[in-house]
Structure formats: structure tokens, C-alpha cells
């Protein structure tokens, strides 16, 4: 298996909602990511997950909630979100350690907040 | 930190051509990887080429090659023969080398490709 699952493809919400994002991979990758992507914009880094820790969030507020609950699957939890958070949300994994790490995408999560 | 500029936002050619795609770089670190990925309009970005900072030898994967100029700090990727599947956004990326654990990509803004019938 060499690909990213990422659910649900689509999701719409309000602002008072609680909804998840999904993504799950079994290429035995100890590293998982989460990316932020406008319409006509690079990917925006917004958490690395290494060996099922938190290694890097990029200053990401509060109503963004990343967690691992193991090395195959990444959840992200979305409260409370804005209309500006409106974006494609890409997932990605990857070897961790020293060496080229080459990530791997799945396709995405495009989110709608109304 | 590190920055990646894609200079050309846009470019189109007709399908069998050759066409080269410029990106450079900015960074303070010696060890690190670059990478071109393609984004279709089917979103999943796929990775296209890799290149090692410190392998001289330029990397080839079929009809795409890059010419990595380490002094200059330029990464361009060279699509030859270029097909109506390469129609895409492509990004150049940066990472620089994780120590024990895992360090993100950064992009650049993009190039949008159009290869014309």
C-alpha cells in the first residue's frame, strides 16, 4: 500500500460545529503532516507529527487540534472555525530521520466553513 | 529560515516541446534536499524529482531532469518532450536535513504549466 487516505473529500460546517479530518497510512511511516492549501496558493506547513509526537506546529490557533493516536492514522479536529479557514487540507507522510524523507500527499479534505 | 522563489506564475507550451521551469533558493543550511512535486487539477500533489544538496550529479527520472546549480542556489526542472498529462501546477521545495526526526517542505509559489494540443 502506497498511498495517503485522506476522509471525507468534501465537508461544509458552520462555525459552531465540531467536525473531524482523517487521514490514515500503512507504508510503516513514522512521520505525519497536515497542510493548509488556499485556492492558487503552496501548501502552508501547519503540524509535523515524528514518531507519534507533536514536532512542529507553525503557530496554528487553537481551533485547529491535531492528534496521532497511532503511527498509521492523523486526525485533525476542527471548533469553531472561520470562513477564512475555508481551504484544502492535505495530509502527508513520511520516513523519519536523517535522509531525504520524500512525503508522500493524499489528496485532500476540502473545507467549507459557512 | 528557508525561502523558495518560483519566478514564473505561468507557462504554456505546445505539446512535444521542451520547456524548463526556474526555481531558487535561499537558505543557510549545508545539508538539505530539494524537490519539484506536480499538483494536477485533481489536487494530490506527486512527487516529480529529488535532489540531494550533496550529490553533484544532477537527478533524472525519464523525461524530467533538473539542473541543480548548489553555488547559485538554483534548482530548475527541464520537462522534455512534454505530454498534455503534464498539465499542472508544479512547486520546487525545500527541506533541509531532519535531525532524528522529521522536518516539513517548504514551497514555492508555483508555476502553472500548460501544455497545448
Known amino acids: 500500500d502506497t498511498e495517503v487516505t485522506q476522509t471525507p473529500k468534501h465537508l461544509v460546517m458552520g462555525m459552531t460545529n465540531k467536525k473531524s479530518l482523517k487521514c490514515e497510512q500503512h507504508?510503516?511511516?513514522?512521520?505525519m503532516y497536515w497542510y493548509k492549501q488556499k485556492a492558487k496558493k503552496p501548501p502552508e506547513l501547519m503540524f509535523v507529527?515524528?514518531?507519534?509526537?507533536?514536532?512542529i506546529n507553525e503557530s496554528v490557533p487553537s481551533r485547529f487540534s491535531p492528534e496521532c493516536p497511532n503511527s498509521s492514522l492523523l486526525n485533525l479536529h476542527l471548533h469553531a472555525l472561520q470562513p477564512e479557514d475555508s481551504a484544502l487540507y492535505l495530509c502527508?507522510?513520511?520516513?523519519?530521520?536523517?535522509?531525504?524523507?520524500?512525503?508522500?500527499f493524499g489528496a485532500g479534505s476540502r473545507l467549507t466553513v459557512l | 529560515a528557508q525561502t523558495v522563489t518560483q519566478s514564473q506564475p505561468e507557462m504554456s507550451v505546445q505539446e512535444a516541446e521542451t520547456v524548463t521551469l526556474s526555481c531558487t533558493y535561499d537558505?543557510?543550511?549545508?545539508?538539505?534536499?530539494l524537490f519539484w512535486y506536480k499538483q494536477p487539477p485533481s489536487r494530490q500533489m506527486i512527487l516529480v524529482i529529488r535532489?540531494?544538496?550533496?550529490?553533484?550529479q544532477n537527478a533524472t527520472e525519464n523525461r524530467f531532469s533538473v539542473n541543480f546549480q548548489k553555488a547559485a542556489k538554483s534548482f530548475s526542472l527541464k520537462i522534455s518532450d512534454s505530454q498534455l498529462g503534464d498539465t499542472a501546477m508544479y512547486f520546487c521545495?525545500?527541506?533541509?536535513?531532519?535531525?532524528?526526526?522529521?522536518?516539513?517542505?517548504?514551497f514555492g509559489k508555483g508555476t502553472h504549466l500548460i501544455i497545448q494540443p
Open positions: 535532489q540531494e544538496a550533496y550529490k553533484q
Open positions: 507504508m510503516g511511516h513514522r512521520a
Open positions: 521545495a525545500f527541506m533541509k536535513q531532519a535531525r532524528g526526526g522529521a522536518d516539513g517542505l517548504t
Open positions: 507529527y515524528s514518531y507519534e509526537k507533536l514536532s
Open positions: 537558505t543557510s543550511e549545508n545539508n538539505y534536499y
Open positions: 502527508a507522510s513520511s520516513r523519519a530521520g536523517t535522509g531525504a524523507n520524500v512525503l508522500t
